[in-house]
């Protein structure tokens, strides 16, 4: 017999189960291999434990034994529970789940660090068309402040036909638009008043920036065409379109030859286009079809539209 066929009949051996040749191999097999003698000495003095009877402990053990672990933990030197309250608390740090949880913390804290808005920057503003899908809607970017397009006397870019400028639309009664002040304004002041109307559209309080935007349009500063455009797109967020796309057209007519006036005919055309009005939305693209940067998206928009400038 080898010490695996014994592994397996131990039990049997044990309890004495076995035949009279198998009990006979495996103790004779028992008597020349260490291991599976010790083996069989550990089961069965497990076995001879398991015989011991169960004796009820004295009344008391209990409250003596806690008692005694008090008094060994109070005399205790202050060396030892210090170190004691110390190898708790390290049990705890060393858990996964706190380990998690910093981690969390780091990157969280980390990332506003890293990418909160630095003062003064400006951010690029998407708007999209109520009622069209985000697949289909147009990106409006925010113009700079100070961007303009002067004019030059007798450029090719400056010529346009009077059939390439859009209607005139209807005047619109507004408190912003209808009294123009000419008195000059200080620079630090237009620039504090356009970042606030910046600022609250940004935080989507369209009605208070389109009132800021065109308050500054109504001025005359050079900030005008761009203050306008804004409050044509503040008007689109808050209303859809048809609302912006007066203002649009109205913002195109009063500053024709500026980068924010072709925008805002750029935006008009695309307005008046989901409105259904095809007829104002080729006027308007066909007035950018001499303008720099929209010629080509004009032409496209016009083809796109089936009327392709001949």
Not at 22 to 33: D, L, V
Not at 117 to 123: L, T
Request: proline share 7%; with cysteine.
């Amino acid at each position: 017999m080898d010490c695996e066929k014994f592994d397996r009949i131990c039990l049997d051996f044990l309890y004495e189960e076995l035949d009279e040749l198998t009990h006979a191999a495996a103790k004779r097999h028992i008597e020349h291999c260490g291991r599976c003698r010790d083996i069989a000495v550990g089961m069965r003095a497990t076995r001879e434990v398991g015989r011991v009877p169960e004796v009820d402990p004295p009344e008391g053990l209990e409250v003596r034994i806690l008692v005694a672990e008090r008094r060994a933990r109070a005399e205790l030197p202050i060396r030892q529970r210090f170190g004691r309250a110390l190898s708790v608390l390290a049990s705890y740090a060393m858990r996964p789940q706190l380990a998690m949880g910093a981690l969390l913390l780091l990157v969280i804290a980390s990332s506003m660090i890293l990418f909160r808005a630095r003062p003064g920057e400006q951010m690029n503003v998407f708007v999209t068309e109520r009622g069209i899908p985000e697949s289909e809607s147009e990106t409006v970017t925010i113009l700079p402040i100070r961007t303009r397009i002067k004019d030059v006397e007798g450029a090719p870019s400056a010529r346009r036909t009077p059939s390439a400028r859009p209607p005139e639309p209807a005047r619109e009664t507004t408190d912003a638009t209808a009294s123009e002040s000419t008195a000059p304004e200080p620079a630090d002041t237009a620039d504090r008043e356009f970042e606030r109307a910046l600022a609250a559209y940004r935080d989507r309080r369209f009605a208070e920036a389109q009132e800021r935007f065109q308050a500054i349009a109504a001025r005359g500063t050079e900030k005008a065409p761009s203050a306008a455009l804004h409050a044509a797109q503040a008007a689109r967020a808050r209303s859809g379109c048809p609302l912006a796309a007066p203002l649009f057209e109205k913002t195109y007519q009063r500053f024709p030859d500026t980068q924010a006036g072709q925008e805002a005919a750029w935006q008009a055309a695309g307005c008046y286009r989901t409105l259904g009005d095809f007829e104002r939305a080729r006027q308007h693209y066909q007035a950018l079809l001499d303008r720099p940067g929209y010629s080509d998206r004009a032409q496209a928009a016009l083809a796109s539209m089936g009327d392709a400038p001949r």
